[in-house]
């Protein structure tokens, strides 16, 4: 059994822009699913002129914030000891699903890069005809409409959710919904970072315009564009034209 690959096929437009959809699918769900965001500020304590440290931090799948407030008893003798809180968050729906968009984006690249560099040849060989309506270019092509599908939408979910996610970890929000700070008043906000969580926004629509642009590539490989041919060997059957009756010269 030969299995020798064609690599080839990774300078055509299929192969090749399947290689980005498989670097960009990566960044855009690993930017969301590896995101921590960390914020820091200080709760005045009572009866004494001195603070106490609040950490609050959040992540993946961004179902609930952690606040830590930092054991300083010597600072804040007279205050109550404060464990640890969870507040919730209301973005793990947003998350879960660009997160399960890309981890399905990139299993279907592999399992599409594997078919056309080692099976596609023997397909073709082992066929008497040329793309049928159930081969994998067909299932290649109809895939990919469903995930430019799932790219657009779970973009602008997530898009929608980070800018929640800002809202609800801004320092306005924390202070007036810690109970600590609302009771003792909090300061020195240090707000959290958001870069490789914007990030994932520009990759998810990244990935919706290149996935979208790979449909034209795809679809010339489709029978509804490359009409099907049959004879022997997979060879087209040229037909002839049709025939015209020349009208016969008048009698003299």
Not at 146 to 170: C, N
Request: hydrophobic fraction near 45%; aromatic fraction near 16%.
């Amino acid at each position: 059994m030969n299995m020798k690959p064609n690599v080839e096929i990774l300078k055509e437009p299929k192969g090749f822009i399947k290689g980005i959809e498989l670097v960009i699918t990566i960044f855009a769900f690993a930017t969301v699913a590896g995101f921590i965001g960390h914020a820091e500020f200080k709760l005045n304590c009572i009866g004494v002129s001195d603070t106490r440290k609040v950490s609050v931090d959040f992540y993946y799948p961004f179902s609930e914030m952690k606040v830590y407030v930092s054991d300083n008893k010597a600072g804040c003798r007279n205050d109550t000891e404060i464990e640890s809180h969870t507040m919730e968050l209301k973005y793990k729906s947003e998350a879960e699903y660009i997160v399960f968009t890309g981890v399905v984006s990139m299993l279907f690249v592999i399992v599409a890069l594997v078919y056309y560099t080692f099976f596609e040849d023997r397909a073709k060989e082992a066929t008497s005809t040329d793309v049928g309506y159930f081969s994998f270019p067909v299932l290649d092509f109809v895939f990919t409409v469903v995930l430019v599908i799932f790219w657009f939408t779970s973009s602008i979910a997530w898009a929608a959710a980070l800018s929640g996610l800002k809202d609800a970890t801004s320092e306005t929000t924390l202070f007036d919904t810690v109970a600590p700070c609302k009771a003792q008043g909090c300061q020195s906000f240090n707000g959290a970072r958001y870069g490789s969580a914007t990030v994932a926004v520009v990759f998810g629509f990244l990935n919706f315009f290149v996935w979208g642009g790979n449909l034209w590539f795809l679809f010339k490989e489709t029978p509804w564009h490359s009409p099907r041919t049959s004879g022997k060997g997979g060879e087209s059957v040229p037909q002839e034209p049709p025939r015209q009756d020349i009208p016969s010269a008048p009698e003299i």
